[in-house]
């Protein structure tokens, strides 16, 4: 059994930030209960101490500490349905849930809703062709991320926002759309790649009513859309970063397709620092 003084040691040895005790015991106790989080927990103990595969495993050693503080700040006292914190409760699902892929839920026989739409339903909706969209999905809202076209021709990328109304249902009839003009494609961009680690629009939309905010966390980027009193918030993975990072860069490749993608992604990078 791995205690929380171990857990300490191995954290304070390899530069991280102090693991909170009495979270992480309580954390420990909770985590006692699933065999898959104690096997992860073992394997990257194990490497953080020997420091073998070590970036990844200071990863999850760090997304760990995320959990102990909040227990420890007494947020999670009743169960995961208290947590706001669209990250943690992410971080629950995988720590509770390893899975490499995540199962779908199969929508109720009696749900006839329109607005809920389950991860594959979604995925499966007629688009135009030649239309792309990269999803990601959190534990209270979903993203879906388009190729889109401005109203003066030029190439860029439209962000939509649904709520989570069941186990992997989403209102995307209710959704906030939110269209990148072609001057905030590129920081959005240096964000996703995490060359700057924050930016965002303020007084967006016919109305002056919308809000994006991307903010780097770790080896996250979370994304807050709001447009009037709604707001969603889904902190994108490594693995769905890429795609979406992808997505944008052809947006912006075919409104400059004179230079090439290096030279872009440089450009992009140079300008990475600069206030939007």
């Not at 389950?118 to 993203?143: C, D, F, I, N, W």
């Amino acid at each position: 059994m791995i205690s929380p003084e171990s857990l300490g040691i191995v954290a304070r040895e390899r530069g991280l930030p102090v693991m909170p005790m009495v979270g992480c015991r309580k954390m420990l106790e909770r985590g006692a209960q699933s065999s898959g989080f104690t096997s992860l927990l073992h394997h990257h103990y194990a490497c953080a101490s020997r420091a073998v595969d070590d970036a990844a495993s200071l990863s999850w050693l760090s997304d760990l500490r995320v959990v102990a503080l909040s227990y420890e700040r007494g947020r999670w006292a009743g169960g995961p349905r208290v947590i706001e914190c669209p990250e943690l409760l992410s971080l629950l699902k995988h720590l509770e849930q390893p899975a490499v892929v995540p199962q779908d839920y199969p929508a109720s026989p009696d749900n006839t809703s329109t607005a809920r739409i389950s991860r594959r339903a979604e995925s499966e909706r007629t688009r135009p062709a030649g239309h792309q969209t990269v999803h990601a999905y959190g534990a209270k809202a979903a993203l879906a991320w388009d190729l889109d076209e401005t109203r003066g021709g030029h190439k860029t990328v439209s962000i939509e926002a649904a709520a989570a109304i069941g186990p992997q249902q989403y209102a995307w009839d209710d959704k906030i759309i939110f269209q990148l003009t072609v001057r905030q494609l590129p920081l959005v961009l240096a964000t996703l790649m995490r060359w700057r680690q924050l930016t965002e629009f303020k007084r967006h939309g016919d109305h002056m009513d919308k809000e994006l905010l991307l903010r780097v966390d770790g080896h996250k980027v979370v994304v807050f859309l709001a447009q009037a009193q709604q707001a969603r918030a889904v902190a994108i993975d490594a693995l769905d970063l890429l795609s979406v990072a992808s997505l944008c860069m052809k947006a912006l490749h075919a409104n400059h397709p004179h230079l090439s993608q290096d030279a872009l992604l440089t450009m992009v990078k140079a300008l990475a620092g600069d206030q939007p």
